[in-house]
């Protein structure tokens, strides 16, 4: 018998309406390795597919949230790869995370540190326990938080908090991250899961349409995902006109349509 399949360090569970996405590599504070990158985008794609999922609790396993992309996968790429793969990959994961049509609820149970927060940035929704500490150390390591860590970072967080954070290597407390809107809620430590399902609960009980367009209706206004927002707008309308029915049966039947 062969042995199995080892289990992948992005776990998706679904209970109730809510998809709990969670880092499961707690002995490395959930560093995010390449093979973790691409499994968070498969993951976001099978979420996005699945209808029981209502709303997606982001949490990691153990002490932190996450510490950031590996520095020991990242260090032994080449110049060329990082830029090729590595940034590029991580870019195509949190793009399908932030865009998810589900709204996302990030749980900072832990530190959330480089790439961790960036991936929290993802989040429509950040609830901090107190006792954890938010930053950008990447610079002191001679790199870029390049993860849009100066992008989407900037967008929802502001571009002087990210200066404060990336530039000059201020870490901030939950308290200090909730009063630059960097979190949306702190709580003592051991209550942001609990926090995340009453919050979840709430989403639930909204219009599930209504809370999917209102969402990316305001991605679209951030900037978030202008093109892709607009068409899909425009092609459910279109898609509800006769027009396509009539279309398509022109189609199959190997006539010209008669749109009159
Ligand atoms: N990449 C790879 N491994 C990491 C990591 C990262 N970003 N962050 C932590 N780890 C590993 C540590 O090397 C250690 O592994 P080991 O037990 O095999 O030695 C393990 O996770 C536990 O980390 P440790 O440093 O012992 O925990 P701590 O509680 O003393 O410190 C931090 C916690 C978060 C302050 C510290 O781990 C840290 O500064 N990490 C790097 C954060 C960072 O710079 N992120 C940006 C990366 S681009």
């Not at 679209?220 to 899909?232: C, D, N, P, S, Y």
Request: hydrophobic share 45%; glycine share 10%.
């Amino acid at each position: 018998m062969s042995d199995p399949a080892p289990p992948s360090l992005i776990d998706l569970r679904v209970e109730g309406a809510i998809g709990y996405l969670r880092l499961n590599r707690p002995d490395k504070l959930n560093a995010l390795t390449a093979e973790m990158v691409g499994d968070l985008h498969h993951r976001c794609y099978e979420i996005e597919r699945r209808d029981d999922i209502r709303v997606v609790i982001l949490s990691g396993e153990g002490k932190a949230f996450c510490a950031g992309g590996d520095i020991e996968a990242w260090s032994d790429e080449s110049p060329e790869a990082f830029g090729r793969h590595w940034v590029r990959d991580g870019h195509a994961a949190f793009d399908a995370l932030a865009r998810l049509r589900q709204p996302l609820i990030a749980v900072l149970d832990g530190h959330a540190l480089g790439g961790g927060l960036e991936l929290a940035a993802c989040a429509d929704y950040r609830i901090a326990e107190s006792h954890i500490k938010i930053g950008q150390p990447e610079t002191g390591l001679g790199i870029i938080p390049g993860w849009s860590g100066t992008q989407r970072a900037v967008r929802r967080f502001g571009a002087q908090n990210v200066r404060q954070m990336a530039v000059m290597g201020v870490v901030f407390t939950a308290e200090q991250a909730l009063g630059k809107g960097i979190v949306d809620r702190v709580v003592e430590q051991g209550q942001a899961m609990a926090a995340a399902q009453a919050v979840a609960q709430q989403v639930i009980a909204r219009g599930p349409r209504a809370t999917e367009l209102t969402k990316m209706a305001v991605n679209a206004a951030e900037g978030e995902e202008t093109e892709r927002v607009i068409e899909a707008f425009v092609g459910s309308i279109a898609a509800a006109s006769p027009e396509l029915a009539e279309g398509l049966a022109a189609f199959r039947a190997k006539r010209k349509p008669d749109f009159s």
